[in-house]
């Protein structure tokens, strides 16, 4: 097995673990554990700031060298029990953005005293009437269905218990993944190939990888992180929209061509052409999409961090976003992370300097 | 109990082949005789032990092997796959979901336009089952095309596991009358009779009306799996059936009036055992049943149900308790005609 291989299989494999792994937004702690391992070998330093974000460290040449700041959020959406039925059933709302068409049927984890597993149902189809049949069942219509006898269930989960999706990781055809919570685990095992790679290089800048927490609920993780950690320039990751039959060209990107570079108001100009730069001096495909307003990732919160913050955004394209099924190419995060290691490699003193007045 | 192993498997009616053949294997090692017909049923011959045994019954068990699943209608030119229904599955549990594909099982994806480039309109709606497409990671519809073809047959990717007294699984319709008829099988009886794994009952009951012209049976029991509504927003009248109530006898459904004398034995026989039952209170659907009933001269019948929570789903709901209730229920239920007829 050539060097190259394994490392394929080690991206894989830690995408395959965090995306198994539960942690919804405002609950993180369950993923943050592999995802802290992980990149240890790779840091000098680790820690966790009182909202829960993962900050990991990695030394630059000297104290005046520039400080870059790179983040992924390691939430998922995710439900939370509000309520006990009759006969155990449990309601609940949603901790983020679900289309609640994809949720009856599946398979969730419950976050009572013990762990419970437990099924989404609905109304049977033979019971819908007339107008029920033209409609998308609402979150309140569904109820989530233990097994276990009303006393238990009063007992063992109390309102506020948090659900998570239950989806085993599935390998697609070639380089193609599919599994629940990609967004935006996915950024998280890119910025650890970043890490891998930055291990082997040269690097004057002082980088810090963080995974952010609650980005799904409000982009509030990255609001704090670049607050304490005052970076030089900041760099979100995330996912952004693959291509699928029905959506506009210009509103997805496709799979396996590279990661995706922002352009827009939200974006720093001097960064998304240096990243740009960068992927053709070094043979990194990339593609690029225009976000016309502040986008819906942690780059809306750095670039308004105290006294202002450059801030980029590099994407990884994925299908069925926000579906227990959310799909993209290994290849892009490979790239993606091998594209910001060299980045922060080529980033010194006079880049940081001329991102003002630019 | 085989029930994990049959769930997990594909067969999708017209494509059962994956699960007669676990059966197959499973009557070989018991000794049990069986053999098949063009269709595809499945013939176990149940004969006594017992030299004195009556033998005289003629009697008929069916459960059909057969799911409700998807069928590869055309590949696209970027490599995303088509689909057609195969009997009455559930529209509203296809999107979010990992399938199978073919009997290589080739993995699939149901996704669903993300949210985020949804119009609220769009959001109000059922996903209709025409704009859905799975997913294989292909390249383009060559690319695609190594490894599927139109016509594949698609099953749910699920697994099955027993939970908190439950058993959840996809195919528990029928697969949990097989694993009944299973267990019935590995016991000694003082008669002989047959049981058939049936094909195609979900797109309408097409084995078993072979099956019964073929064996012409005497008297036949069915043991099926149906809806289980004891859910909230649900009246109880429209329960049709309540988890671990015990099996369900069906009283009539679209296919057939159950016959009485077999209702009356099937009533009597759980409560000589002391063993719950309900009554299927949902007179729609049809089952295997209707089918044997009108072969040849006319077949008393009747059908005993495993009450399940979202049927034709891949995550169905069944409580074991009932499960092990049908299966003592039908033991009842041949020794009893065995011993004095119908």
Known sequence: MSEEHWEKKELENFLKEISEAHGVSGYEDLVAGPIERAFAKYVDETRRDNLGNLIFYKKGKRDTAPRLMFCAHMDEIGLIVTFVEKKGFLRFNALGGFDVRTLPGQEVKIYGKEIYSGVIGQLPSHLRKGEQKEKAPEIKDLFIDTGLPEEVVRDRIDIGAVVALQREFIPLRHRCRAGKAF???????????????????????????VATVQEEVGIRGAMVSTYGLTPDLGVAVDVCHGDIPGAAEHEVSPLGKGPVITSGPNIHPRLAERLMAVGKDYGIPFEQDISPGPTGTDARAIQVSRDGIPTALLSVPLRYMHTSVESLDLDDLKGGGRLLAFFAAGADRSFVEGLACF | MFLKELSELPGVSGNEGQVRSFIQAKLSAWGIRYDCDTIGNLYAYKETKFRNGKGEANLMLAAHMDEVGLMVSAVEKSGHLRFYKVGGIDERFLVSRPVRIGN???????????????KKEERGKPLPVNKLYIDIGAKDKDDALKVVKVGDYVSFLAHAEEFQGIFKGKALDNRAGCAALLEILQRDYPG??????????????????????????????????TVAADLPDVEEKDHVTQLGKGPAFTLQDS??????????????????????????????????????????????????????????SPASILNLDDWRNQVEVVDGFIRSVLAKGL
């Open chain 2, 104 to 118: 290589a099982g080739i993995k699939g994806v149901i996704g669903a336009k993300a949210i985020h480039l949804q």
């Open chain 2, 192 to 225: 002989s009779f047959t049981a058939v794994f049936t094909v195609q009952e979900e797109i309408g009951c097409r084995g078993a009306r072979v099956a019964a012209y073929r064996l012409n049976p005497r008297l036949a029991l069915v043991l099926e799996t």
């Open chain 2, 255 to 312: 296919s057939i009036v159950t016959h009485p004398r077999v209702l009356e034995r099937l009533i009597a026989v759980a409560r000589e055992g002391g063993i719950p039952y309900q009554f299927r209170r949902y007179s729609g659907a049809s089952t295997d049943a209707g089918a044997i009933s009108l072969a040849h001269g006319g077949v008393p019948a009747g059908v005993i149900s495993n009450p399940c929570r979202y049927l034709h």
């Open chain 1, 183 to 209: 967004d935006d685990r996915a950024g998280v095992a890119l910025l650890w190939q970043c890490a891998c790679e930055l291990s082997r290089m040269d690097h004057e800048a002082h980088v810090y990888l």
